[in-house]
């Protein structure tokens, strides 16, 4: 599978409690981008990496909150101290833009937390 | 004001229907625009990107209008495999993100 791929696809915890998931891109793609998702939204955009530097994030994204992509390869999302707010699906994208083409984004199957 | 906006629906439609999804975005730098599907409780697929001039793939058409800062998908025929939700991206100019809509919810019934 040549696909953007998450891991876990399902995560329960309990209030207090720090998590880590993990993205590989597709395997060309030099940038990740991390969002979150929650019942009845669309997307929102938390953290974005180009190769291994993190060049953009939200300010939705919390000191609790943070990513790494230490090789420009996979990409990790640890949340400390997790809330029942941060009860969601975290989706990993990424996309490598060429010249003169539009940047498109593929996402993977995401992470759905729940906080207890 | 949200970067872009969509009417949530649901839109009900019969097989066969032609329906059409409008959505409007804020940020008149913005460069690139799509249209994703997402299917309850999976990821965001993409469905089409959207150029100015207009674009066509098969029964889906989407369109832009720059001057309204409006997007639109219309779908011809309605498939019970259309049923989903449609959400409306757009990408502004020196951002590196892309912003959703919360989405339309299509529902093709028999």
């Known amino acids: 599978d040549t696909g953007v791929s998450q891991d876990p696809r399902h995560k329960i915890t309990k209030r207090g409690q720090n998590v880590t998931f993990r993205c590989d891109p597709i395997?060309?793609?030099?940038?990740l981008y991390w969002y979150r998702q929650t019942l009845g939204q669309g997307p929102e955009f938390l953290t974005y990496f180009q190769n291994e530097a993190q060049l953009e994030k939200s300010r939705l994204l919390s000191n609790r909150f943070s990513a790494e992509r230490p090789k420009g390869s996979f990409s990790t999302l640890e949340i400390q101290r997790t809330e029942q707010g941060d009860s969601a699906m975290y989706l990993c994208?990424?996309?490598?833009?060429?010249?003169?083409?539009?940047?498109?984004?593929?996402f993977g199957s995401g992470t759905q937390l729940s906080v207890l | 004001r949200k970067e872009v906006e969509q009417d949530p629906g649901p839109f009900n439609v019969p097989e066969g229907a032609t329906v059409a999804f409008n959505c409007t975005y804020s940020n008149s730098a913005s460069q690139s625009f799509f249209w994703y599907r997402q299917d309850c409780r999976k990821e965001p697929k993409l469905l089409m990107s959207?150029?100015?001039s207009g674009n066509e793939d098969g029964r889906f058409t989407a369109q832009l209008n720059r001057a309204s800062q409006y997007i639109s998908l219309l779908i011809r025929d309605s498939k019970l495999s259309d049923s989903a939700t449609y959400l409306c991206v757009v990408n502004p100019r020196g951002f590196n993100k892309f912003y959703f809509g919360s989405g339309t919810k299509l529902n093709v019934k028999p």
């Open positions: 395997s060309e793609h030099n940038r």
């Open positions: 959207v150029y100015s």
């Open positions: 994208a990424s996309s490598a833009p060429g010249a003169g083409e539009t940047e498109k984004l593929f």
